[in-house]
């Protein structure tokens, strides 16, 4: 109820509590997206927090005991296969670093206890475009590819799943649309897409501007859009930002560079200001050197700072830019909104770009970095845990990463349920 100001929300008790607020900042993230395919939210088990990852262990240690239960002899072999076999749906990191610690797990804890059904586990990963790990480089994308095949992963790219039953999940490819093939499976884990949260599709529905909206827009200084009182916030998964569109701005943008000529040379010297309102304009955001002009009329730098505007992407959904947006949000209350009334003069939003991590099993992690790329050998894996140490909120935390890694190390995996 924004028009009110309060929350409603329920206590342990499971009644209702109105919570009342001054200013709002929905980070609710989102959820996996079955893309409502048949059978998906029924037979396939999801990797969004730690109560799925439970789950999904237990699952596959289920299958395996069945398989290895001497009273369950009689099951066939071929019957065992498909019972074994791990499908992952979604090459993008979570998909990728599933079917890692999945071989992992399978090449070396499973392969030691259980030689004998060892041969008859498998495992696939699924991947609808033609590269695993898309948002990375083209050499990360064939490296984790080659790599994967030295686990015996299996590698379908450019097939998507249309359906799911019980026992059966079938692909069609994207590039033949005739070509189906109906899979045997034990285990599905989806991990692809993000769709919103029923509390976000709920509160869309309230918002005159945004009714048919699939995700929140709010403005370069994260204010969700649509909300006058501008006292509503949104970061995380949850949000796209759409800022103030340059072209609609063109008249003031040329008075403010105040200069003889129009060209991209005199813009990107006032980039930086100009990013403070307009984030699509900063030089992370627009390659000035590869979209180089020369003297413009009023009509071509409209239409140049109309490609600006097209070109620009809300910054993408990871636990980095959500960070750095709850950084941004702090930032603005404690310094900038107590002496402040007018939003306008509040600076937008800006991601900095620190690199992606994946771990791809083996010991092995790629790492697209702004200015180097990682691909595997022996400091990759050392060099993935520091960044996950160092992410860590407490020495607690990290000590307690630290033991749990030097156990697995020396002991193995636990196959506790």
Known sequence: ???????????????????MY??????????????????????????????????????????LEMC???????????????????????GGPTGVEVAGEFADFVNKEIRKKYDDIFPLISISIIEGGNNLLPTFTQSISDFTKNNFKNLNINVLTNYYVTEVDEQYFT????????????????????????????????????????????ILNVNSQLNVI?????????????KKIQPLQLHHHTNEIIQFLNCSKLTSDTLKIKAEKLAMTFPQVSESKW???????????????????????????SPSPTAQNAKQEARYLSHVFNHILPGKNDQLLIPS???????????????????????YEIKGGLFSFTFWR???????????????????SLRTRICGRPFVK
């Open 1 to 19: 109820m924004y028009k009110e100001k309060y929350v409603k929300c329920m206590d342990s008790n499971n009644e209702e509590v109105n919570i």
């Open 22 to 63: 001054d200013y709002l900042i929905i980070a609710v993230g989102a959820k996996t997206n079955s893309f409502n395919i048949k059978g998906v939210e029924k037979y396939a088990l999801f990797v969004k927090d730690v109560d799925d990852a439970l789950r999904i262990r237990r699952k596959f240690l289920e299958n």
């Open 68 to 90: 290895t239960f001497e009273k369950n002899n009689v099951i066939s072999d071929e019957k065992k296969k498909y019972m074994l076999h791990v499908v992952i749906v979604g």
């Open 171 to 214: 692909i069609q490819s994207s590039v033949n649309k005739n070509e189906k093939k109906k899979i045997p499976y034990g285990l599905i884990i989806w991990a692809s897409g993000l769709a919103q949260t029923p509390l976000v599709n709920n509160f869309l529905k309230k918002i005159p501007e945004q009714v048919n909206n699939k």
């Open 226 to 238: 649509g909300i006058n009182t501008n006292n509503i916030f949104a970061i995380g998964d949850c």
């Open 287 to 313: 390659d000035y050197i590869k979209n180089k002009t020369g003297d413009m009329n009023e009509q071509q730098f409209h239409d140049y700072l109309y490609q600006i505007d097209q070109h620009y992407k």
């Open 349 to 371: 939003f800006q991601e900095k770009w620190k690199g992606s991590l994946a771990y791809i099993g083996n010991h092995q992690a790629v790492a697209n970095l702004p200015f």
């Open 386 to 404: 520091m960044v996950y140490i160092q992410l860590m909120l407490t020495w607690k935390t990290r000590y307690f990463f630290f033991i749990d």
